[in-house]
């Protein structure tokens, strides 16, 4: 896929002015219209994947709690990552922030 192709998915964006990449190296909440959450450090930025490290990805299906309260739990305690690495497609996306963030 040529850079011209990949860009057109995304108006506007390009490698030179993607918000993402002010984001590069924290410790981000990647919200998602499902149940699934991903709490990592953003590694890689690109115009379809972000990929996080020392990743943990919950399903809230899988808890009693709150996406709030679990994120909550996850800023006071800390990151529990259950992969190494995982690649999200942005398309799934609906909301980033950083962990430090998330306020009670």
């Known amino acids: ?31 998602t219209a499902s149940p699934i959450i991903y709490v990592g450090k953003l590694q890689r930025v690109t115009p379809h994947i972000l990929e996080l490290c020392e990743a943990d990805v919950h399903d809230m299906n899988d808890s009693r709690s709150t996406k709030d309260f679990y994120l909550l739990q996850t ?12 690649l999200i497609h942005r398309s799934h996306v609906i909301s980033v922030s950083r962990l430090a963030d998330i306020t009670d």
């Open 1 to 31: 896929m040529n850079k011209q192709a990949s860009e057109s998915s995304y108006p506007g964006l390009s490698a030179k002015n993607d918000p993402m990449d002010e984001l590069s190296g924290e410790i981000v909440v990647l919200d």
């Open 75 to 86: 800023r006071d305690l800390g990151v529990r990552p259950n992969r190494a690495k995982v």
